[in-house]
T-cell receptor, first 114, second 112 residues
Framework: AQSVTQPDIHITVSEGASLELRCNYSYGATPYLFWYVQSPGQGLQLLLKYFSGDTLVQGIKGFEAEFKRSQSSFNLRKPSVHWSDAAEYFCAVVWMDSSYKLIFGSGTRLLVRP | EAQVTQNPRYLITVTGKKLTVTCSQNMNHEYMSWYRQDPGLGLRQIYYSMNVEVTDKGDVPEGYKVSRKEKRNFPLILESPSPNQTSLYFC???????????FGPGTRLTVL
């Protein structure tokens, strides 16, 4: 069955520290991968996406993510977190089989310590 | 400005009183969908539409209806709302199901 797992419900980091948010998926078909951010009281905004090619993708706001097919992972990283990065982050996957079904992970809430 | 709009943004209603949440996009997108967001569950798809007059069930369609009579509009209808439909609802549009989704601002619904 298709599933997307974000194992960390909450993560707290200090401002200026590095960040890595984990995302794992299951199912064998080719995945298209997305990271979205939801600021408090807002809708979701796309941070970055991976369809094919270079497995390290750059996104907005200084975020990047690396696709590792062997680990079925698409982890989000940022070298230095800013207080404005406090938000909820969602990984999402579309499987390129007949269903083209989009599934979201349960989200990771990022808290930033001053 | 390219956007997805939803109305109302906030709604408090009572069990059994029919309601409609409107969704409109101005990007000429073929694909539109509705999600509900509940704590710890992420976003779950309610219904989606690949094109005008083509709709299909998502993961949690029970208690909801949709229609897609025009490309730009995709209303969500709750014929007889119940308290377990209290949630935050998002409409989204996209050129296709496997492209970036553009989300509306959300509708917070409370059913008493």
């Amino acid at each position: 069955a298709q599933s997307v797992t974000q194992p960390d419900i909450h993560i707290t980091v200090s401002e200026g520290a590095s960040l890595e948010l984990r995302c794992n998926y299951s199912y064998g078909a080719t995945p298209y991968l997305f990271w979205y951010v939801q600021s408090p009281g807002q809708g979701l905004q796309l941070l970055l996406k991976y369809f094919s090619g270079d497995t390290l993708v750059q996104g907005i706001k200084g975020f990047e993510a690396e696709f590792k097919r062997s680990q079925s992972s698409f982890n989000l990283r940022k070298p230095s977190v800013h207080w404005s990065d406090a938000a909820e982050y969602f990984c999402a996957v579309v499987w390129m089989d007949s269903s083209y079904k989009l599934i979201f992970g349960s989200g990771t809430r990022l808290l930033v310590r001053p | 400005e390219a956007q997805v709009t939803q109305n109302p943004r906030y709604l408090i209603t009572v069990t059994g009183k029919k309601l409609t949440v409107t969704c409109s996009q101005n990007m000429n997108h073929e694909y539109m969908s509705w999600y509900r967001q509940d704590p710890g569950l992420g976003l779950r798809q309610i219904y989606y539409s690949m094109n005008v007059e083509v709709t299909d069930k998502g993961d949690v369609p029970e208690g909801y209806k949709v229609s897609r009579k025009e490309k730009r509009n995709f209303p969500l209808i709750l014929e007889s709302p119940s308290p377990n439909q209290t949630s935050l609802y998002f409409c989204a549009s996209s050129p296709s199901s496997y492209n970036e989704q553009f989300f509306g601002p959300g509708t917070r619904l409370t059913v008493l």
